[in-house]
């Protein structure tokens, strides 16, 4: 901290801390930023185009100059006529380009409804006069005959209703013994199943004396089965030592024969000797497989008692895993019962409760028929005879509306006129509004038959003008409208019709301007020379305007030509190489310039290739120049992006 600020108080310290410190962050800001604009000038000015050379080739053609802008289609009247309400059209009487006479009908909606309407209508103008005529009279003998049979269709009711209370009593009853006779069915099969359980589990343990579970009866049947198979291997492999034996004794004795044919003692002797060793070990291999024999029955009727103890086992799990489910069923049960119970008694008492007020009603209802009765049979009051004579009144208004309503399902014209459009036809809905007009001059409208007004285009069911010839109005701005003559030929389209052109001329080119958000435009006129059918006024345009044109002219492409007339030059590309040669131009066209002088036919022009280099000046961001480079020279445009920060920053 310097001396000078250690000597401010606090609060001024703290502010000019704080401004420092977005200073700083402001010029760090600033530092990052000029940072980037020289590594964008760096980076743009060391990627000059070095590609291919763009040409273009000199020819001859027409060159032309035109000006558009874009307008409306009006038309000086036209009249929207529309149904009053909406209905299914069922008549179309005029189709477009038809020319129309004041109440000329146009086409008809169903008037099944208004039909309808109107029936109703009388029907309510006779009802309403009878009515009267009763209030004056009195009830007649056919009324209180039909009294009498309120009466007694009020006391059927009554009786009905008690009736029914009584039967809604005797179901209660019936519900309640039902109820109760389920709840005790189930809870006595949860008893059964409960002496069942302990049944079976009192055979399972019994069946569990030798081996606790059936995991355990299988697990000695498995070691049941291997002692099987142990002994089993081993009888077969005394078996075979049995036949090895009886082999080699078959071969001693064969020997011995031999022998004694020779007459051989000692061979005598020796095979003698052999013969009866085999026959020892053979004696000793049969007690051998007998004690095998033994063995693999003992092992075998093991195995079967085993495996029939685990079988024991597991059916004695089976039935107590039954048996537990159907004590869990049998609580299910018992648990629907009481709900069942406790909902009939839910459902019997609002029965009780709805049959006991519909006697109530039923005894209202007689008492109510009975007063009726006495209160029309009693004399007429001047309140009831005005009442009566109102209805007749407002019935007959009725009736006038619903015959007005039904005259206008009939649209019929309301002023002579050629018909520009017809929106709808037979079986469509068209929709009510009324019919509207509207000015192409003065874009004011006024409604007519209950419609609301509206400018041209609203969808009405037809569309009816007096126009003599269609007609644009576009805005040219004050360079182009000054080009513009009277009589000079242009072409429209339509975007509402993009498959359709029109020609046109200009008929009028106002001599006073039309300021908008300080735009200046001049409003010109064009009458159409041809129409088709769906052109329709207020629809966009788009005008194109040919100020001048040369014919059969050699022309190169503008951006090909630097300067104007007699000043202006183009590079030429000849043996490879970029000459400048002075030319003589032209009428400069929409995307050619006419050259009057200095070039051939077939010739190749250069065309420019653009490069752009930004730089920034001291003190200042975003302002400076960008320059744009052709082959033919350089122009500059000058403009500043965005406001230097200068001035510092303020306290």
Do not use: C
């Not at 024991?312 to 039935?319: I, Y």
Request: proline share 3%.
């Amino acid at each position: 901290m310097s001396a000078i600020t250690s000597k401010l108080p606090a609060g001024l310290r703290r502010d000019a801390a704080r401004r420092n410190r977005l200073l700083n962050i402001l010029l760090a800001l600033l530092l990052v930023i000029a940072g980037v604009v020289a590594y964008l000038a760096v980076g743009q000015s060391s990627s000059t185009s070095s590609g291919a050379v763009r040409t273009a080739t000199v020819s001859k053609g027409v060159v032309l100059s035109s000006v558009s802008a874009s307008g409306t289609v009006q038309a000086p009247q036209e009249v929207t006529a529309n149904f009053t309400t909406s209905g299914t059209l069922v008549q179309v009487d005029v189709k477009p380009g038809e020319t129309v006479q004041a109440g000329q009908p146009l086409g008809s909606i169903d008037p099944t409804s208004a039909q309808q309407q109107v029936s109703q209508a009388e029907s309510g103008v006779e009802t309403a006069n009878a009515q009267l005529q009763l209030t004056l009279t009195g009830e007649t003998p056919q009324q209180r005959a039909q009294d009498a049979l309120s009466v007694a269709q009020a006391r059927q009711s009554l009786a009905n209703a008690r009736t029914a209370l009584t039967a809604a009593r005797r179901s209660v009853a019936l519900d309640k013994l039902t109820t109760a006779s389920s709840l005790g069915q189930a809870q006595r099969q949860l008893r059964t199943d409960q002496g069942q359980l302990q049944v079976d589990l009192a055979k399972q343990k019994a069946d569990s004396s030798t081996y606790a579970t059936s995991d355990a009866a299988a697990g000695a049947v498995t070691a049941d089965k291997s002692k099987l198979a142990a002994d089993q291997a081993k009888q077969q492999q005394d078996q075979q030592s049995q036949l090895v034996w009886q082999q080699q004794q078959s071969s001693d004795q064969s020997s011995l024969s031999t022998a004694k044919a020779n007459n051989d003692l000692a061979g005598i002797t020796n095979y003698t000797n052999a013969v009866n060793y085999d026959q020892g070990q053979l004696n000793m291999l049969a007690r051998t497989l007998q004690t095998d024999g033994f063995a693999v029955a003992a092992d075998q009727n093991q195995v079967s008692a085993d495996q029939t103890a685990q079988s024991t086992l597991q059916a004695d799990a089976s039935a107590l895993k039954s048996d537990e489910q159907k004590l869990a069923q049998d609580h299910v049960s018992i648990t629907n019962a009481k709900n069942n119970q406790t909902a009939t008694r839910f459902k019997d008492a609002q029965s009780l409760q709805s049959s006991r007020q519909q006697l109530a009603s039923a005894q209202l209802g007689l008492e109510s028929t009975l007063l009726g009765i006495k209160v029309k049979q009693a004399p007429p009051t001047p309140a009831s005879l005005a009442q009566a004579h109102a209805s007749v009144t407002q019935a007959k208004i009725a009736l006038a509306n619903a015959k007005l309503a039904l005259a206008n399902t009939t649209l019929r014209a309301p002023i002579g006129g050629v018909v520009a459009d017809v929106n709808g036809t037979v079986g469509t809905q068209t929709s009510g509004g009324g019919t509207t007009s509207s000015s192409s001059s003065s874009s004011s409208s006024g409604s007519s038959g209950g419609g609301t007004g509206s400018t041209g285009g609203s969808s009405g069911f037809v569309t009816l003008t007096n126009v003599s010839g269609m007609q644009v109005v576009a805005g040219f701005s004050e360079i182009d409208a000054a080009k513009i003559r009277v009589g000079q030929a242009a072409t429209v389209t339509v975007d509402a019709l993009p498959n359709e052109t029109f020609a046109a001329h200009v008929i009028a080119v106002a001599t006073t301007a039309t300021t908008s958000s300080s735009v200046v435009t001049y409003p010109v006129t064009f009458v159409l020379d041809n129409t088709v059918q769906g052109l329709k006024p207020g629809m966009t345009a788009n005008v194109d305007v040919v100020v001048a044109e040369l014919d059969n002219v050699l022309h190169v492409p503008t951006a090909a030509v630097r300067g104007s007339g007699r000043s202006a030059t183009v590079t030429v590309l000849r043996n490879g190489k970029q000459v400048s040669v002075p030319v003589v131009a032209g009428l400069q066209g929409d995307s050619s310039t006419a050259i009057l002088g200095g070039l051939t036919n077939g010739e190749t022009v250069v065309l420019p290739s653009v490069s752009v280099a930004t730089s920034s000046s001291s003190g200042t961001f975003g302002s400076g120049s960008t320059t744009t480079t052709t082959s033919g020279g350089t122009t500059r445009f000058r403009g500043g992006g965005f406001g230097g920060f200068g001035g510092g920053l303020g306290p």
